[in-house]
């Protein structure tokens, strides 16, 4: 089954019920359905035009959600691979991350002037036509979408998918979550986050409703949830916590559904006093690994380093080192560039298994500290700390130290005045961990720098300890 396929089936057997909800309009299924043939149409007649065979890659330069949508749809239901762009992003951005992906053209509403050495195929020159054609449509094992990873710690890579590695997911991740189609569901983040697009498609296979908004501003987001009586919400714990500080009306959320970032205890019980109604989940996976498995923390209080029990279909093997090697028909395809990447992957995390084979995540080798012949996982660090009911966020990184050969610097995001904020600090560290794994500078801040998807840039924190 090829990604968007039951869109063509809801459009027969629900053609009034709204769809798509999107800056005040309301899109139902069988108008949907009839953008995404035109689109389609305009794609497929370029193609035959340039002379270009199938399968190929598309860069989708639209800012417009909705557009953006529309589409990948259409480009996925082709049998071709869509890479959605950042609607932030420059033209020169554009060109370089399309060269990434390795796209063959750039489909775009925006370039008016810039020229590029990847074709561009602009919007508005695509001819108004009612020419009825036979257009083949996607097998659904082809690739569909190449994405990028979130850069937090280094460059973002782009990586590929093809249609079963989501469609296989489907019915496991509705079970899971118990959505239905009756769900209205709110998107709050950017399509161009792999996170946001899954749940979009997700939605809209379900034969539910979907609120894209254009970005995430708190107050907005709120509004649309009020407006539209939305009852379920997917999100990043920064976003929720951000909404849940706006005074929003939450009586109709019934599921919060959070991932991108390791979802701290102060800042969940938060969202838990307004989102009082909801069940509250929380699933481990990556870019690359799709889900791999899920907590509900309506089930009591969870261990720190808790990352649930696992997906079905899903298996992961714990190796000497402590790597986890997931197994599952959730993969992606591979990294561009790179060879296929069979049939288990490591994204490098370190975890181990309870004894109620409950998944844990200690850390990721990427991040791991090696300090005086020590092997330091920051990540243990910052959840000592982030237990502290004043701490928003807390990030430790290394840097270059002549002696240990590392040293880790700490920052805590909180609005509590930093002398106070330090002592506590120290005393919880001192009485939770060892010398070796407690930094030897702590920066009181009142922010910390983001990337576009909500999670912490690592990377530029790095740089203020230069």
């Known amino acids: 089954m090829y990604i968007g396929k039951q869109i063509h089936h809801h459009a027969l ?16 299924y069988c108008v949907l ?11 497929y007649r370029e193609a035959q035009k340039d002379q270009r065979r199938d399968p190929f890659t598309v860069a989708i330069d639209v800012a417009q959600q909705d557009e953006q949508l529309y589409w990948f749809l259409a480009v996925a239901s082709l049998g071709w691979n869509g890479v ?14 399309a060269k990434n992906a390795t796209a063959d053209v750039i489909l775009s509403n925006r370039f008016q002037t810039v020229e590029a050495d990847i074709p561009i195929w602009r919007m508005s020159s695509f001819p108004t036509s009612d020419e009825k054609q036979a257009i083949p449509y996607a097998k ?3 690739p569909f979408y190449t994405g990028f990873t979130s850069g937090s710690t280094g460059e973002p890579k782009a990586f590929v998918r093809n249609h079963l590695s989501w469609s296989r ?15 209205r569901v709110c998107i709050p983040g950017l399509l161009f986050h792999s996170l946001f697009l899954f749940a979009t498609i997700h939605t809209l296979h379900m034969g539910a409703t ?29 976003m929720l916590y951000a909404l849940s500080l706006e005074g929003i009306d939450a009586q109709l959320v ?33 870019s690359e690994l799709s889900f791999v498995s899920y907590l ?48 288990s992957f490591s994204v490098g995390d370190i975890g181990y298994f309870d004894e109620h084979h409950i998944l844990h995540v200690k850390g990721r080798i990427g991040n791991m500290l090696t300090i005086g012949g020590h092997n330091v996982y920051p990540e243990e660090t910052e959840r000592v700390v982030k237990a502290l009911p004043f701490v928003e966020e807390a990030v430790a990184v290394g840097t270059y130290h002549r002696y240990w050969g590392n040293q880790m610097v700490l920052f805590v995001q909180t609005a509590q005045a930093q002398e106070f904020a330090l002592v506590q600090i120290k005393a919880r560290l001192k009485e939770c961990l060892p010398t070796i794994k407690r930094p030897r500078r702590i920066y009181v801040v009142e922010a910390l720098p983001l990337l576009a998807n909500g999670k912490v840039d690592r990377q530029a924190l790095v740089g203020e300890t230069r």
């Open 169 to 183: 997911s489907f019915d496991d991740v509705q079970q899971v979550f118990a959505l239905s189609q009756s769900d």
């Open 140 to 142: 659904g094992t082809e």
């Open 254 to 286: 019934e599921k919060v559904i959070v991932s991108g970032a390791e979802w701290h205890e102060t800042n969940r019980a938060q969202v838990k006093a307004i989102f009082n109604q909801a069940t509250l989940y929380e699933f481990y996976g990556a």
């Open 33 to 43: 359905q009839e953008k995404v043939e035109q689109y389609r149409g305009h794609l």
């Open 84 to 97: 959605p762009c950042h609607p932030h992003w420059s033209e020169w951005n554009v060109i370089k991350m």
């Open 210 to 238: 979907v609120c894209l908004e254009q970005e995430f501003q708190v107050k907005q987001t709120k509004n649309t949830i009020e407006a539209y009586k939305v009852n379920v919400i997917y999100g990043v714990p920064t």
């Open 13 to 28: 057997a629900i053609p009034d019920k709204i769809a798509v909800i999107y800056n005040k309009k309301q899109i139902p």
């Open 296 to 343: 509900n923390h309506s089930n009591g209080k969870q261990l720190n380093s808790a990352v649930g029990e696992l997906f079905p279909s899903v298996e992961v093997e714990v190796k000497r080192d402590g790597q986890l090697v997931v197994r599952s028909p959730y993969l992606f395809t591979g990294y561009v560039g790179q060879a296929p990447i069979g049939e």
